[in-house]
């Protein structure tokens, strides 16, 4: 059975780190391509983040310098470190992972960003 499970999210305060993790089960993780989303309250999902198999990694302008994508193959987890965070960081982050065609979504960890 084919599994991403997110964990990690929480209510911090501005400023203050979080690091969100993605097990996935099922697949052969080190040839998928880890990305994290995130849904904010009305708003569309956005790509966060993502990391290739080969370890390339990309970021939304509005987090580069704060947050960092990683991924641990022996593990089959990928890492989201969310350094500096702000009230608008607050969503339901999600991780995916893909190896076209296939691709798998886990259901969301919510992380909250707030005095």
């Known amino acids: 059975q084919i599994q991403v499970v997110e964990s990690g999210g929480g209510l911090v305060q501005p400023g203050e780190s979080l690091r969100l993790s993605c097990a996935a089960s099922g697949i052969i993780f080190s040839t998928y391509t880890m990305s994290w989303y995130r849904q904010a309250p009305g708003k569309q999902r956005e790509l966060v983040a993502v990391?290739?198999?080969?370890?390339?990694?990309n970021y939304v302008d509005s987090v580069k310098g704060r947050f960092t994508i990683s991924r641990d193959n022996a593990k089959n987890t990928a890492y989201l470190q969310m350094n500096s965070l702000k009230p608008e960081d607050t969503a339901v982050y999600y991780c995916?992972?893909?190896?076209?065609?296939?691709?798998?979504w886990g259901q969301g960890t919510q992380v909250t960003v707030s005095s």
């Open positions: 995916k992972g893909t190896n076209w065609p296939r691709t798998y």
């Open positions: 990391i290739s198999n080969s370890g390339t990694t």
